[in-house]
């Protein structure tokens, strides 16, 4: 019998459906996880999403086929998506993790189209957790293949991490999810680690978030299984109250806390702890919960309470006694907090061995458990050593320091917890993704034209701006710091091609050196975009020489002088040896400053007003040959630019502008506002706020020239203005809008021309307020001992009469000055939030603030404020500049609303203010330095497009640029709701 040889059995797997791709149509790619990541399950987009993007958006959807994504790849198949093994025809990639180096596809690739003809090439989108935007030196390699020459048409990138919405608050995330799967492996550690004790406990029945097909189904397990033992047979005698402790105030603790919820639980305060404990009676059919706030743990070396404020600026004045007062009475922790270098710990390894100490004498299985799912290696809990894995996702540890006779630790830090979760994790990820792919979507259909592609007020086409890392070769403005993590990887890189050997590039030909006078708040952005010109020097001139080396320090092109401007000689030297000077010091040296300039033949560059003494300077400037370039930073500056760009382009087209209204302002990003009075901090001195208070304005609204009076400025704001869906904003008028027609060349006859300030809603009531007291009063002279004296003895200034500090007599002197009728509530809260509040308890470091000496009140407050409502280091900024032009069509009479605006947050480099007063003076110095500006004199932005189109060119590419809409809807809506809320005010119509 002869032998048959069978072929080889191969099973090839096969799908529903493989359709060809439409080269008409824009095409996502949903990439395979990296296959070394064996967990990793989760997938950007839903089956039902690709569905909507397929038949809704009429896109090509392909994916990377994958057996082990939470869905397989037929149903991706059955919704229209179409298998392809390398995605190179995809103009957006998808993925959850960092693409691996060799599958990054940075080629460009061919528009989409219909047509005969051969489209352009367009660069292509990737989005991912890309792990590169905090300098993690290990994928400085993946950023690098992000940059390169523009013309290469290099891909954009786009990090999920940095997804925010108006509000400042990341959009795109699994910190919620990370939270119930840390807490579900944090109890099945502690089951194991209860039969190391020789104990059963219901919590050998905690499912492993993994192992069951939905959330659902592990809730209810956990529910009816582990949560029902426990109200039916208490937890074991043995282990006395089962005590849980949650820290962290995030969505991760959130998401351990709701999990909770699913157990018979009973909230408890930590100062109930020892009692709870201690006591043979407490029920044991209940799990304990306490949620430990910094307040409870971290106390101040002075012995004062815990301030959040206090302690973000001086960290190390706190300690933490969390060992003591918190961890002994533990039976699982689940540590949700967050923690940063040259912060407290929440507890050292000394701290450790202390808490096991006092856990030993509390009961048995005391503190030996923690989940710590913020999975700071070495951080928070500095004895916690290692992030584990889904695989092992727990282990014990013992620090060198902890004694023998004391039981080690178990550990629960796995890094990647979401994972354990693909289902829910992955679903709820879709949904808030895709809002955002189909802007993209429309970006690519509508490319350069953000305000044709449907996004509702641009605000997701905002945010995938705000969250992209690089695009066109090069780093946004924002991650430009990351070029130092890039060079070190870079170096490292060259050393082990070249065994070590040093290279440097030669740079040839002479240096324009650029002069900075000062050294404050706006300098930083402008000294590193100045430094990145390979063909200049910066010298940065201050009086407080450290600030200015700290500018310089990672610039090999910067160098800091000290400099006090007293001494005329050496400034005048300075200016001699430069080629240009950008003067940052304050308003009264700038005219000093420009006079040396014309002296010495340099041209000049600052962003403050043109102030009287330097418009007096131009015919000199002019015979000088000089250009003193003024009013180039935001306020006045960027709004300068935008306006004039936006006329000269209407009055190219022949167009009758007939309203111009502009509003601009900065505050704290919301999260950073909420519980502050005024809803506003401040960066340099409040005066400047504080005196603008008592300006009055002129206006032309509707026809009509109009004024409000300094006193009536603040009463007669404008609320609720429709400039942000999301942000409540007033405004408030802002000094003489009238010369701003010539300024922009506008119409005598235009029917409305309004320049005006962006705040909070409530700023304007409450700082109205502050004014009527007297506390904004810049005439009279007071002394008050402490503050709790400040606002009687500021109120006796205005009525002429003496008023005690005790709370009646002020209560009835604000009756006096505000009127009967008027509600102080929120007068007197934020009197007691500053802490003048009559018959508040002195503090020593608040009254170390008030003037020795007899001073104006509005100094006096504006020193209070300076320190109450400063920045803290981890708070940011917000920008808000909003144009709206009405033009009438030259033929038919109609008329448009051209609106232009920018809405720009801090980063944790620089605030945004900085960014947008320092970043257009140094694209205007280099517009001057390159020689591109033939102006002479004293001149604003406007002068000539060389320096108004160049400044709006840069910001755009550095991610400050504005976003441009038109309507055709008549009247302005923004000039409308300035005209209705005037008239409201003055009671010439009935408000809303």
């Known amino acids: 019998m002869s032998c048959i040889r069978r072929a080889p059995f191969v099973l090839r797997r096969t799908f529903a459906s493989s359709a060809a791709i439409d080269p008409s149509k824009i095409t996502i790619g949903i990439r395979r996880e990296d296959p070394q990541r064996i967990w990793e399950r989760r997938c950007p987009l839903t089956p039902d999403a690709v569905h909507d993007l397929v038949h809704g958006e009429g896109v090509n959807v392909l994916i990377q086929d994958c057996e082990r994504r939470v869905w397989n790849t037929n149903e991706f198949v059955k919704a229209g998506a179409i298998v392809h093994p390398t995605l190179s025809p995809s103009h957006i990639t998808l993925g959850i993790k960092e693409t691996p180096?060799?599958?990054?596809?940075?080629d460009p690739i061919r528009a989409p189209t219909d047509s005969a003809t051969q489209p352009p090439l367009v660069p292509r989108t990737h989005l991912m957790f890309s792990h590169t935007v905090k300098g993690q030196l290990y994928n400085m390699e993946l950023l690098s293949k992000f940059l390169g020459p523009s013309e290469a048409l290099t891909p954009r990138l786009i990090d999920y991490e940095l997804l925010t919405g108006e509000d400042g608050k990341r959009t795109v995330g699994f910190g919620w999810f990370a939270g119930v799967a840390g807490a579900l492996e944090s109890l099945c550690a502690l089951a194991h680690a209860h039969l190391e004790l020789g104990i059963s406990s219901p919590f050998l029945y905690t499912p492993r978030p993994h192992t069951h097909t939905s959330l659902e189904s592990i809730r209810a397990t956990l529910r009816d299984v582990v949560g029902a033992q426990i109200t039916a047979e208490g937890t074991p005698r043995g282990l006395g109250p089962v005590v849980f402790g949650v820290t962290g105030t995030g969505k991760v603790a959130q998401g351990v806390l709701d999990l909770l919820e699913d157990l018979p639980i009973c909230k408890v305060r930590v100062e109930d702890l020892p009692a709870l404990v201690a006591n043979p009676e407490t029920d044991l059919h209940k799990i304990y919960v306490v949620h430990a706030l910094p307040k409870d743990y971290f106390v101040r070396a002075d012995g004062q309470a815990y301030e959040r404020s206090?302690?973000?600026?001086?960290?190390?004045?706190?300690?933490?006694?969390?060992?003591?007062?918190?961890?002994?009475?533990?039976?699982?922790?689940?540590?949700?907090?967050?923690?940063?270098?040259?912060?407290?710990?929440?507890?050292?390894?000394?701290?450790?061995?202390?808490?096991?100490?006092?856990?030993?004498?509390?009961?048995?299985?005391?503190?030996?458990?923690?989940?710590?799912?913020?999975?700071?290696?070495?951080?928070?809990?500095?004895?916690?050593?290692?992030?584990?894995?889904?695989?092992?996702?727990?282990?014990?540890?013992?620090?060198?320091?902890?004694?023998?006779?004391?039981?080690p630790v178990t550990i629960m830090s796995v890094d990647i917890l979401p994972t354990a979760l693909p289902l829910e994790a992955s679903t709820h990820f879709s949904n808030v993704l895709t809002p955002y792919l189909k802007s993209l979507i429309r970006g690519y259909r509508t490319p350069g034209q953000p305000h044709l592609n449907g996004d509702v007020n641009l605000g997701r086409a905002a945010a995938l701006e705000r969250a992209t890392v690089a695009s066109n070769g090069k780093l946004r403005e924002a991650h430009k710091w990351l070029e130092g993590p890039l060079g070190t990887w870079r170096e490292s890189v060259s050393s082990r091609a070249s065994g070590g050997a040093a290279s440097a590039a030669v740079r040839e030909g002479p240096k324009k050196k650029v002069l900075m006078l000062g050294s404050g708040m706006v300098a930083g952005p402008a000294v590193d975009e100045i430094c990145s010109w390979k063909d200049v020097e910066l010298v940065v001139a201050s009086n407080i020489l450290p600030e200015a080396q700290r500018l310089v320090s990672k610039h090999a092109a910067g160098t800091a002088i000290s400099l006090d401007v007293s001494d005329w000689s050496k400034v005048e030297s300075l200016i001699n040896e430069s080629d240009i000077v950008i003067s940052l010091l304050p308003v009264p040296f700038h005219p000093k400053v420009a006079e040396a300039c014309i002296q010495y033949k340099k041209n000049l560059v600052t962003a403050s007003y043109i102030s009287p003494a330097m418009q007096a300077l131009h015919d000199r400037a002019v015979s000088a040959d000089v250009l003193l370039m003024n009013e180039i930073g935001l306020d006045p500056g960027i709004d300068h630019c935008s306006a004039i760009s936006m006329l000269s382009d209407l009055?190219?087209?022949?167009?009758?502008?007939?309203?111009?209204?502009s509003f601009c302002g900065g505050f704290p990003a919301p999260d950073n506002a909420e519980d502050v009075p005024l809803k506003y901090k401040f960066s340099w001195s409040p005066k400047g706020v504080l005196s603008a208070a008592l300006n009055g304005a002129r206006f032309k609204l509707w026809d009509k020239v109009d004024e409000i009076a300094g006193k009536d400025l603040l009463h007669q704001s404008f609320p609720n203005l429709p400039i942000s869906e999301v942000l409540k904003l007033e405004g408030i008028a802002n000094r003489d809008s009238l010369p701003?027609?010539?300024?922009?060349?506008l119409r005598p006859d235009i029917r409305t021309l309004f320049r005006g300030t962006l705040r909070y809603a409530g700023f304007s009531s409450l700082m109205h307020q502050f004014k009527a007291i007297g506390l904004l009063d810049p005439a009279a002279s007071i002394h008050a001992p402490t503050w709790s004296h400040f606002v009687p003895t500021a109120m006796a200034a205005q009525l002429g009469r003496a008023v005690p500090h005790?709370?009646?007599?002020?209560?009835?002197?604000?009756?006096?000055?505000?009127?009967?009728?008027?509600?102080?509530?929120?007068?007197?809260?934020?009197?007691?939030?500053?802490?003048?509040?009559?018959?508040?308890?002195?503090?020593?470091?608040?009254?170390?603030?008030l003037p020795k000496s007899p001073a104006p009140p509005i100094d006096v407050f504006a020193a209070l404020l300076a320190h109450k409502l400063r920045y803290l280091p981890d708070e940011r900024d917000l920008v808000v500049l909003s144009h709206e032009i009405v033009a009438a069509d030259p033929t038919t009479g109609q008329e448009e609303i051209h609106a232009s605006s920018l809405m720009a947050?801090?980063?944790?480099?620089?605030?945004?203010?900085?960014?947008?007063?320092?970043?257009?003076?140094?694209?205007a110095a280099r517009a001057v330095l390159d020689g591109d500006v033939r102006a002479r004199g004293v001149q604003g932005p406007g002068v000539e497009k060389a320096v108004y189109g160049r400044v709006l060119s840069e910001l755009q590419r550095v991610g400050l640029g504005m976003k441009d809409s038109v309507k055709k809807l008549g009247r302005g809506v923004l000039g409308g709701a300035v005209e209705r809320s005037l008239a409201e005010t003055r009671g010439l119509v009935k408000a809303a």
């Open 905 to 923: 947050y801090g980063t944790l480099e620089a605030s945004a203010m900085s960014r947008c007063v320092g970043l257009p003076v140094a694209f």
């Open 740 to 745: 701003y027609g010539d300024t922009y060349n």
């Open 310 to 407: 206090h302690y973000y600026t001086h960290p190390e004045a706190y300690t933490s006694v969390f060992h003591s007062n918190v961890a002994p009475y533990l039976t699982l922790l689940f540590n949700g907090a967050g923690w940063a270098p040259n912060f407290p710990r929440l507890m050292t390894n000394e701290q450790l061995t202390l808490a096991s100490e006092k856990a030993q004498q509390v009961g048995k299985g005391r503190f030996a458990c923690i989940g710590d799912i913020s999975c700071d290696v070495e951080g928070g809990l500095e004895f916690m050593p290692q992030a584990s894995t889904i695989s092992s996702p727990f282990y014990t540890t013992r620090p060198a320091t902890l004694p023998a006779h004391l039981p």
């Open 806 to 849: 005790d709370a009646a007599s002020v209560r009835s002197a604000l009756a006096d000055l505000l009127g009967p009728a008027q509600d102080t509530t929120e007068l007197v809260q934020a009197m007691e939030w500053f802490g003048i509040a009559p018959g508040q308890q002195p503090n020593s470091i608040d009254d170390a603030l």
């Open 651 to 661: 009055e190219a087209q022949n167009k009758r502008v007939v309203s111009f209204t």
């Open 101 to 106: 180096l060799e599958e990054v596809l940075t």
